[in-house]
Structure formats: structure tokens, C-alpha cells
């Protein structure tokens, strides 16, 4: 059954230039800058449908599997049909259809790249392996460099987080990098050390990075982290091929405001192969804008284009004029004199304000309101967490959205949970079993000041199993029993700082703990940016004192498995509340959206305002369609003037 809702002229002026681009003789392309819920995915699927009646080839790309999604699930609404297979494809996903694939028997890489089987066998990411393959490396590496690349186990996975920077940037395809060392000129050096410069990278960067995707590629990891796209960027015969291959004529990209410099490349490869594009995003939801070395504006780019024709869709159609006054301020702020953003008159939309969003869902639950169009979002996964331990404490049913991860599988719980059934077999002699317990010690073996060096963790990780091939469902086959779980933790016992080898009461001796393994820098260290690391210290800091009660520890993590257990089988759950963290809320849309305004959530987004925090409280705000509530928990007299400023009410 067909869905499309009757287009607005503004959207049918797009699809004219759709229509357009792909009948003439030249070269044309077509940008399109939207505000958020402006029906750009709606759009883009209706004149992705006109397209191929017409017989034109078409792709579609997203950046997140969220968007692909999101565009199979506008299709299938709009036009009561699943989309043919590898029509709308993530940017790594296409790479990965490029390098891994074949047309009559011959793969569309030249350099034959890897096969299905070998995919199927191996090539799948394994961040800790490439951690692995960088310690070795950089160890090498230092052998001549006399020491000089930091490598501790948080200075490699910050190498890690600034190789994949590098990519995303592109900065080594430039000209500058490219002679083959042996032929280098003095002034070819020079060049190249003062363009790493430059981009403030040490002179060591470029044969780290160089050497680390060569070992990268022989050891078959391509998926994930960009690599995949990396790797077509470096063969753009292989995707002229494809698109050739599969006839196609068109390229669609949603979520345009995600492109980064390595992914312009790509398009600037398929344009040269005869493709006409058709992009269109957001400005104001680049949330990825920290990714690469140096700023990088989609939009700039693509105004540089030949033959490139721009609209705009100006009203939403997701929220009325009082969320589109909200979203309109937001972006005032981050762009002053914007194009505004409207929604229409009929339709207003909420505010409301409650002091305890946790007491108002419990008792709505308790009226058999039904929740599930209502999505709590908070700024980090985190802060997610914060609210679930509420939740949970309230016997509110929710459900995660996407990747967020309950807050009993967090790093913060593990961590406090491999300590005190540590605690349990050193001092009482009662650690109990549970498989939960292998994930929360994998956990605290990579506590850096617990100084377990690499032969022990990977022997202990073995005796747990946790080296075991995964299921399917991505959580490993574990084969440890309470005996081996026994000897294991009194090895880790052995690793213990002095001051946590005496006997002492719990609670005492989880604040030397959590003092002495420095936990909130480690948690830190892990989170990916700094935000989300403060986010997560606060995490720890509620549920340390959680765990801080005068009831013997493995007691309370019995008890926690039964209350989890008993929650997670909760039949309310699925039409419970949804809960995301604005990075998965994007491109999704709820009747009701949930703003705590307190510590964990958007209080810092508002006290100490940037353009990276405006652009998540847009997309948060965005993604109502009926009301929006806030849970304004103190009466902090500047916070309460910038909540007004920006939600009015
Ligand atoms: N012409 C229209 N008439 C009525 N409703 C529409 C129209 N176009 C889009 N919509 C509705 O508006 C909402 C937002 O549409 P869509 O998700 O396509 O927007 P978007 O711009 O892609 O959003 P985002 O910025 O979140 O990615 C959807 O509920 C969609 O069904």
C-alpha cells in the first residue's frame, strides 16, 4: 500500500530537478540545505521512486546504518515495498561492495582484494587486535625512533583515535605525501615535514600511518572505522568499475552533512566516473564536525562543485511553530541571521515542565499510559545510564534504542562489579558465579595501573574463554567455571596495589580501590571525548555509592542479577519508554521528547554553551513531533533564564 504524503511545492521542486538532472546531456548536480524534519528523507525516496520508474540507475548513500535504515523504513512506508538489495548503501558499506565484490567472475578491484570466504573467515574488526597490531608496531618503530612514540595503552588508543582522524581527513593523498621514500628530494622532505607540521602531526606520524594501513590491509581489517573507504579511495578505478558495472547514473546522499573530506574524494571519484549527485543535509546537525585534522565543510565543498543547482526545503513538517521557534533559537545561536526555521501555525506543540520526570513516568505507567512514542534523550551514553539506574530504582519500563547499551553492561558497572567479587575471594572466600562476572574481570584487566602486562591478560583472558569465537549475537561462548573463575581472580589479587592487600571493611576498601586503580582516569581514557568521560565519572561516582552499602558484596551482586534479571524480562518493557543518547536519535522522530536538565543531561549543554553542544540540543530538541518536556531539577537562577531563552514557556 502506497503512503507518500502529498508533497509540498518545495519538495516537488525537487523532484523536477531530479528529474532534470538525470535527462540532460551535461553534468548537473543538486544540493539541497534543509532544517531538521524538513521531509528530506521523504523526499529523497520519492525522487529516488521517480528515478527508477524512468529507468535510471540510482544508489543511495547514508552515513550511519541508522540512516540506511531510516531510508528502507521511509520506503517501505511510502511505497508499501522493501528496496532491491544494495540500493541504499552506508559510504562503508559501498567500499565494502567495491573492494570485496565481483562482476562476472572478475572483482571490480584490481587488486583483487580479498574474497567472500576470506571476508566470511576473518575481515571482520577486532578494535583490540588492532590495538595489538599498533603496539607492535609502534614497538618496532621505536626500535629506530629511539623511543620517541608514546606507547602506553592510552597513548596507543589515542594513535588509534588520531589514525582514524587522518583518514577521515584524507591529509595523505595530498601531493605533498606521495614520492616514494626512497627517491625523496631534500626539498621533498622538507615539504612533507612542514605540511605534517602543519596539520600538527609529529614527523614520526607519517611512517607510523603508512606502515599501520599497509599491516591493516594484509591483516584483512577493513570494516569499520572507515577503513573500508579509506581503501576505495586508494583504488577509485575499483568504484568507477562498479558504478559501470551497475549502471548507475544517479548518486543520493542523505545525511550530507556527515561528509568529511574522504568521503568528498569518493564523490569527486564518482562524479568523474559520469555520476550525477543529488546531496542533501542539515548544516546544523554536523554533530561529527571534531572528525578529521581540520575543519571540513561539506556544504563549502559542494558549492564548489560545476554545474551544481541548490535549493532549500524551508518548513517542517515533523513539529509545529512552537518546537520550530525552540529549534529556530538554538540555531540563532550557533549561526546568527540563519535562515529561520518554521512549522505550521495549526500544529503547537507542547512544553511542559515537571521537577521528577522519573515520578511523572511511574505514575503514568501506573495509569497504563502508554510510553513508547516518548524518548528520553540525554547527550551521552553515560548519562543514559544515570537515568536507567532511576528508572530502574522507579520499576519504570524502558527500552534502548539501537546501540545503547544497558547500564549493567557499562564499563562503570564492570568494573565495580570484578571489584567486588575480587573483594569477596580475597577477604571472604565466597566469590560467587555468574557469566557476568568473566565480562566485568575482562574489564578490570585493563586497568592500567593494575599492571598486567600483555602474556598475563591474554593467558587470563584465555583461561575465561573470553578469547572464544563470538555468536552470532556478537557476546562470546563462554566455557570458565566457578573453579578456573576462582584461580583467575587470585592471580588479579596478586596485581593489587599494597594498600588493598589488608583486610578492611567494604565500603572503605572500595574508596581505596576506586582511589589507588585510578578508575575515573581510566573510564576517561575510554570514553570518546571529553564530555563523555566526565559524563562517565559521574556515572561511577552514583554507582560506587550504590555500591557502598553495609551488605557484603557478593550478596549485592547476586542481588543485582536477580533485579536485572527480573527487569529485563518485564513484559511492559517494549512499550515502555524509549532511551537514546543523541547520537543514536538521529534521523528518528518521537511524539514526545524527554529533556532531564539536571547534572546528567543537558545542564552543561546550556551553562557552558558550544557550537558541538548547540548542535546536539538541536538534534535532540528536532526530534518531537508533538511536545517536548523538560525535568528541571534545581533552581539555578542562570540556568532557569537560559532554559527559558531557549524553550520560552
Ligand atoms: N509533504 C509532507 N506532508 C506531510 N508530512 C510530511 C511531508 N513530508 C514529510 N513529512 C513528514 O515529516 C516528518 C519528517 O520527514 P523526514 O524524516 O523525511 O525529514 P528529514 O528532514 O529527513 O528529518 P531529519 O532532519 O530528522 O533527518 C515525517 O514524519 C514525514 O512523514
Known amino acids: 500500500m502506497s503512503n507518500t504524503p502529498k508533497l509540498s511545492e518545495a519538495q516537488e521542486a525537487i523532484l523536477h530537478a531530479v528529474a532534470d538532472l538525470a535527462r540532460t546531456d551535461y553534468q548537473q548536480h543538486l544540493l539541497v540545505e534543509a532544517g531538521a524534519g524538513t521531509g528530506k528523507t521523504t ?33 517501505l512506508a511510502q511505497t508499501g515495498r522493501g528496496l532491491p538489495p544494495k540500493s541504499v548503501l552506508t559510504f562503508d558499506g559501498l567500499a565494502f561492495e567495491v573492494l570485496c565484490g565481483a562482476v562476472e567472475g572478475r572483482n571490480y578491484s584490481g587488486d583483487g582484494f580479498f574474497t ?83 596539520l600538527d602531526l609529529p614527523p614520526w606520524f607519517y611512517h607510523l600511518f603508512s606502515r599501520f594501513e599497509r599491516l591493516r590491509r594484509e591483516s584483512r581489517h577493513l570494516v569499520g572505522v572507515e577503513g573500508a573507504a579509506y581503501d576505495l579511495a586508494g583504488d577509485p578505478r575499483a568504484l568507477v568499475r562498479y558504478v559501470w558495472a551497475n549502471r548507475i547514473n544517479v548518486i543520493m546522499v542523505d545525511e550530507f552533512h556527515d561528509t568529511k573530506a574522504l568521503h568528498f574524494e569518493l564523490l569527486n571519484v564518482l562524479i568523474k566516473a559520469g555520476c550525477r549527485l543529488v546531496l542533501i543535509g542539515d548544516r546544523h546537525q554536523d554533530m561529527f564536525a571534531w572528525r578529521g585534522l581540520q575543519p571540513f565543510s561539506a556544504f563549502d565543498s559542494a558549492g564548489q562543485l560545476a554545474g551544481l543547482n541548490t535549493l532549500a526545503l524551508p518548513r517542517s513538517w515533523r513539529y509545529g511553530h512552537r518546537i520550530a521557534q525552540m529549534a529556530d533559537r538554538i540555531v540563532q545561536r550557533l549561526q546568527p541571521g540563519a535562515a529561520r526555521i518554521t512549522g505550521p501555525r495549526a500544529q503547537a506543540g507542547k512544553l511542559l515542565a515537571v521537577p521528577d520526570l522519573v515520578a511523572w513516568l511511574a505514575q503514568s505507567a501506573q495509569q497504563g499510559v502508554a510510553l513508547a512514542d516518548h524518548c528520553a534523550i540525554l547527550p551521552t551514553q553515560a548519562d543514559c545510564m544515570l537515568l536507567q539506574l532511576r528508572l530502574f530504582d522507579a520499576g519504570v519500563p524502558y527500552r534502548l534504542v539501537e546501540r545503547v547499551r544497558h547500564f549493567f553492561q557499562g564499563y562503570e558497572f564492570r568494573v565495580l562489579r570484578a571489584l567486588a567479587v575480587l573483594y569477596s575471594r580475597r577477604f571472604a572466600a565466597d566469590a560467587p558465579f555468574h557469566i557476568n562476572s568473566l565480562y566485568a574481570l575482562d574489564v578490570l584487566m585493563n586497568v592500567p595501573t593494575l599492571g598486567l602486562d600483555k602474556e598475563t591478560r591474554s593467558d587470563l583472558r584465555a583461561e575465561l574463554g573470553l578469547d572464544g569465537a563470538r555468536r552470532a549475537d556478537g557476546q562470546r561462548l563462554l566455557n570458565a567455571d566457578p573453579y578456573t573463575l576462582g584461580l583467575v581472580l587470585d592471580k588479579l589479587a596478586e596485581f593489587l596495589p599494597p594498600v588493598l592487600t589488608t583486610a578492611q571493611s567494604w565500603p572503605a576498601w572500595l574508596a581505596l580501590a576506586v582511589q589507588h586503580l585510578q578508575l575515573h582516569a581510566f573510564l576517561y581514557q575510554r570514553a570518546q571525548h571529553p564530555a563523555a568521560g566526565r559524563q562517565s565519572a559521574l556515572l561511577l561516582d552514583e554507582l560506587v555509592r550504590r555500591f557502598s552499602i553495609d551488605l557484603a558484596p557478593a550478596m549485592q551482586v547476586q542481588r543485582w542479577d536477580d533485579a536485572v534479571e527480573r527487569f529485563v524480562r518485564q513484559r511492559g518493557n517494549a512499550s515502555g519508554l524509549s532511551l537514546t543518547s543523541v547520537l543514536h536519535a538521529k534521523g528518528h522522530e518521537y511524539a514526545r521528547v524527554l529533556l532531564p536538565m539536571g547534572e546528567a543531561g543537558w545542564r552543561r549543554h546550556l551553562l557552558q554553551p558550544t557550537a558541538a553542544g548547540w548542535r546536539e540540543l538541536y538534534v535532540a530538541v528536532t526530534r518531537a513531533r508533538d511536545g517536548i518536556m523538560l525535568e528541571t531539577t534545581d533552581d539555578n537562577q542562570t540556568l532557569a533564564q537560559e532554559v527559558h531563552g531557549v524553550f520560552g514557556g
Open 116 to 198: 567472500r570466504e576470506e571476508i566470511r573467515q576473518n575481515a571482520i574488526n577486532e578494535s583490540d587486535q588492532l590495538l595489538q597490531l599498533l603496539s607492535e608496531l609502534v614497538a618496532e618503530l621505536n626500535d629506530t625512533w629511539e623511543g620517541e612514540i608514546p606507547d602506553r595503552e592510552s597513548d596507543l588508543i589515542d594513535l588509534l583515535d588520531l589514525i582514524g582522524n587522518a583518514r577521515i581527513a584524507n591529509v595523505f593523498r595530498d601531493p605533498r605525501m606521495y614520492a616514494e621514500e626512497d627517491g625523496l628530494e631534500e626539498f621533498q622532505e622538507m615539504e612533507r615535514t612542514e605540511f605534517l607540521a602543519s
Open 43 to 75: 523526499t529523497l525516496v520519492a525522487a529516488r521512486e521517480q528515478l527508477v520508474h524512468a529507468g535510471v540507475g540510482v544508489l543511495a548513500l547514508t552515513f550511519s546504518n541508522a540512516g540506511r535504515q531510516r531510508f528502507a523504513d521511509v520506503h
